[in-house]
C-alpha cells in the first residue's frame, strides 16, 4: 500500500552545523505534508508544513523542501543545537484521508 | 499555538479493568480527532478517527469494541480501553485538527500500563 518512509534512521551532527532529513513519499495524491520532532515520552510537536502547490517554506531556522516530481521531502534545520535532538517525523495527508506517518529518523547533536 | 491536553499522562491499572482518557482542543474547534498508538522506538499508528457527533472510523485491526470512542463535544474526545491487558500497554495519542487552519496537532500522549 501506500507508505511514507525515511532515507535515514539516524543522523548526529555538530552543534552549529545545517541538519538535513529526508523522507520518500509513495501516494502520488499526498497534498499535504507535516514535519513533526518527537521528544522522548512526549507526544508529536508541529514544526512545519506545506501543501503540494508549494516546493519550499520557512519557519524560524527551519525550511521544508518538497519535490513532486520524485515524491520527495526534507526537512532542513539551520544552526542546529542541543535541544534540536529528537526523532523526526514526516506525515502526508491525500485530501480528507488521515495522516500517515513516517518510521522517524533520530537526530542526535554533539555539543 | 494551538493546544491539545490528554488527561490523565500517565496510568497504572490492573487486568481486566477499564481505562478512560481525554482529550481536548483548548483554544480551537475539532471536528474530527483521531487517536493513535506507539509502541517504544516506531512510529505513530492510527487507531481510529473520531468525528463530532458521529460514530468513529476504526482502522483495520483495531477492535472497536475494546477501544470506546466518543466525540461527544467540538473540543472533547475521550478512548476507553475496556478489559484492558498487559499487552494494550503502550503511549496512547490524540491529535485534532485546527478546522480553522487544517492544522493537524497533536496531545501530550499518555502512558498505559496494564499489569
Known amino acids: 500500500g501506500e507508505s511514507v518512509g525515511l532515507h535515514l534512521p539516524t543522523l548526529s551532527v555538530q552543534e552549529g552545523d545545517n541538519s538535513i532529513i529526508n523522507c520518500a513519499y509513495s501516494?502520488?495524491?499526498?497534498?499535504?505534508f507535516i514535519w513533526y520532532k518527537q521528544e522522548s515520552g512526549k507526544g508529536p510537536q508541529f514544526i512545519i508544513d506545506i501543501r503540494s502547490n508549494m516546493d519550499k517554506r520557512q519557519g524560524q531556522r527551519v525550511t521544508v523542501l518538497l519535490n513532486k516530481t520524485v515524491k520527495h521531502l526534507s526537512l532542513q534545520i539551520a544552526a542546529t543545537q542541543p535541544g534540536d535532538s529528537a526523532v523526526y517525523f514526516c506525515?502526508?495527508?491525500?485530501?480528507?484521508?488521515?495522516?500517515?506517518f513516517g518510521k522517524g529518523t533520530r537526530l542526535s547533536v554533539i555539543a | 499555538g494551538a493546544v491539545v491536553s490528554q488527561h490523565p499522562s500517565w496510568v497504572i491499572c490492573k487486568s481486566g479493568t477499564s481505562v478512560k482518557i481525554e482529550c481536548r482542543s483548548l483554544?480551537?474547534?475539532?471536528?474530527?480527532m483521531f487517536w493513535y498508538r506507539q509502541f517504544p522506538k516506531q512510529s505513530l499508528m492510527l487507531m481510529a478517527t473520531s468525528n463530532e457527533g458521529s460514530k468513529a472510523t476504526y482502522e483495520q485491526g483495531v477492535e472497536k469494541d475494546k477501544f470506546l470512542i466518543n466525540h461527544a463535544s467540538l473540543t472533547l474526545s475521550t478512548l476507553t480501553v475496556t478489559s484492558a491487558h498487559p499487552e494494550d500497554s503502550s503511549f496512547y495519542i490524540c491529535?485534532?485538527?485546527?478546522?480553522?487552519?487544517?492544522?493537524?496537532?497533536f496531545g501530550p500522549g499518555t502512558r498505559l500500563t496494564v499489569l
Open positions: 491529535s485534532a485538527i485546527d478546522a480553522g487552519t487544517d492544522t493537524q496537532y
Open positions: 501516494n502520488s495524491a499526498s497534498d499535504y
Open positions: 506525515a502526508e495527508r491525500a485530501g480528507n484521508t488521515p495522516l500517515v
Open positions: 483554544d480551537f474547534q475539532a471536528t474530527t
